[in-house]
């Protein structure tokens, strides 16, 4: 065993402290051969400090492409030549795709704008899609709409949003490699705003964007120290048409050495798998993530590209004997 997760089973899965950068760095850095016993480890540290349960969620799109800011990874950017067009989705819609989203079982449904930060226009249909929401579906609802102003965080609260979605995407010393039109500075004061009202903070990143493994590590620990509820764990899906189209897809056993690792800084976190999984893990990668530290998912397609059906996944639970966390148990 090496000495690392001798280490790891002492401090975190006996006394719920995160290993530091340098602790995940080791294990980011652990050789083939040892990533089975990371990820068992990395299990047992799920199942002592965050249970059995699975949360599941669905995302949708309330406005779609045409967005003003320059991140190198994402297709909905106005900058760049990818296929994605602007496109505002309609209330009855955000309706419909929350109920379809709840008969998977899912607890939680996230409505994504592909802005800055919100305008007028935007929080008018915030406002109204959560209402509609509200009075129809029996589902927690979250957002993910840029970066924000203390009065749209108050807002938002108002509305009954439990949930805000702000990524960092990567270490603060990699972030200005990925986006030049705004700072990680200015992301993480959105988040500590979202945090000090009271909502959920969900915040993660994107993995395979050209950092090193020890930027990996120091992402790691700049999420711990954020201590958001839940951090969803991408990995690159090379888009056409931007900046990062033709990078490589990250290796199969770097993305669960990825998840032993988040694990291990963040024993209390849900870890959600998120975008590139199905091209990075596949599906016996898939099932190791999730018998290596991973307690939710987004099921059905994400903004852009295409996820595995929801039945899939919600097969693979029911396989490995993983309950789906019940709405009850959130509200």
Same mark, same amino acid.
Request: aromatic share 4%.
């Given at each position: 065993?090496?000495?690392?997760?001798? #280490?790891? &089973?002492?401090?975190?899965?006996?006394?719920?402290?995160?290993?530091?950068?340098?602790?995940?760095?080791?294990?980011?850095?652990?050789?083939?051969?040892?990533?089975?016993?990371?990820? #068992?480890?990395?299990?047992?540290?799920?199942?002592?400090?965050?249970?059995?349960?699975?949360?599941?969620?669905?995302?949708?799109?309330?406005?779609?492409?045409? !967005?003003?800011?320059?991140?190198?990874? !994402?297709?909905?950017?106005?900058?760049?030549?990818? @296929?994605?067009?602007?496109?505002?989705?309609?209330? @009855?819609?955000?309706?419909?795709?929350?109920?379809?989203?709840?008969?998977?079982?899912?607890?939680?449904? !996230?409505?994504?704008?592909?802005?800055?930060?919100?305008?007028?226009?935007?929080?008018?249909?915030?406002? $109204?899609?959560?209402?509609?929401?509200?009075?129809?579906?029996?589902?927690?609802?979250?957002?993910?709409?840029?970066?924000?102003?203390?009065? #749209?965080?108050?807002?938002?609260?108002?509305?009954?949003?439990?949930?805000?979605?702000?990524?960092?995407?990567?270490?603060?010393?990699?972030?200005?490699?990925?986006?030049?039109?705004?700072?990680?500075? $200015?992301?993480?004061?959105?988040?500590?705003?979202?945090?000090?009202?009271?909502?959920?903070?969900? !915040? +993660?990143?994107?993995? +395979?964007?050209?950092?090193?493994?020890?930027?990996?590590?120091?992402?790691?620990?700049?999420?711990?120290?954020?201590?958001?509820?839940?951090?969803?764990?991408?990995?690159?899906?090379?888009?056409?048409?931007?900046?990062?189209?033709? &990078?490589?897809?990250? $290796?199969?056993?770097?993305?669960?050495?990825?998840?032993?690792?988040?694990?291990?800084?963040?024993?209390?976190?849900?870890? &959600?798998?998120?975008?590139? &999984?199905?091209?990075?893990?596949?599906?016996?990668?898939?099932?190791?993530?999730?018998?290596?530290?991973?307690?939710?998912?987004?099921?059905?397609?994400?903004?852009?590209?295409?996820?595995?059906?929801?039945?899939?996944?919600?097969?693979?639970?029911?396989?490995?004997?993983?309950?789906?966390?019940?709405?009850?148990?959130?509200?």
């Amino acid at each position: 065993m090496p000495e690392i997760l001798d #280490q790891a &089973r002492t401090q975190v899965l006996e006394n719920g402290v995160g290993l530091d950068e340098a602790g995940v760095l080791a294990v980011l850095n652990l050789p083939d051969e040892d990533v089975p016993a990371a990820l #068992q480890l990395a299990h047992e540290v799920r199942m002592r400090w965050c249970g059995p349960e699975v949360e599941v969620e669905g995302i949708v799109s309330l406005k779609t492409g045409g !967005c003003p800011e320059d991140c190198h990874f !994402c297709s909905q950017s106005g900058l760049f030549t990818s @296929p994605v067009r602007s496109v505002w989705l309609d209330i @009855p819609s955000l309706v419909e795709a929350a109920k379809q989203t709840a008969k998977t079982g899912a607890t939680e449904f !996230c409505i994504v704008a592909a802005v800055r930060g919100p305008d007028a226009r935007l929080m008018k249909q915030m406002r $109204e899609g959560v209402a509609a929401i509200k009075a129809e579906v029996d589902i927690q609802v979250a957002a993910s709409l840029g970066m924000l102003t203390q009065e #749209q965080v108050d807002e938002l609260v108002e509305m009954g949003v439990h949930r805000y979605n702000h990524n960092l995407e990567t270490c603060r010393s990699y972030f200005p490699n990925v986006v030049t039109t705004h700072s990680w500075e $200015e992301r993480w004061e959105t988040l500590k705003m979202v945090r000090e009202s009271g909502m959920e903070v969900c !915040c +993660g990143g994107i993995l +395979g964007l050209g950092e090193t493994v020890e930027q990996r590590a120091e992402f790691a620990a700049q999420l711990a120290e954020l201590d958001p509820h839940e951090v969803p764990l991408n990995f690159l899906n090379p888009r056409p048409g931007t900046p990062l189209g033709d &990078r490589p897809v990250v $290796e199969g056993k770097d993305a669960l050495r990825a998840i032993a690792a988040f694990r291990l800084a963040m024993p209390r976190t849900i870890l &959600r798998y998120a975008g590139g &999984r199905e091209i990075t893990l596949g599906d016996l990668g898939t099932r190791d993530g999730l018998l290596g530290g991973i307690n939710a998912v987004i099921v059905g397609n994400y903004l852009t590209t295409l996820g595995r059906p929801a039945t899939d996944d919600l097969a693979l639970l029911d396989d490995l004997k993983m309950p789906v966390k019940a709405l009850s148990a959130t509200l």
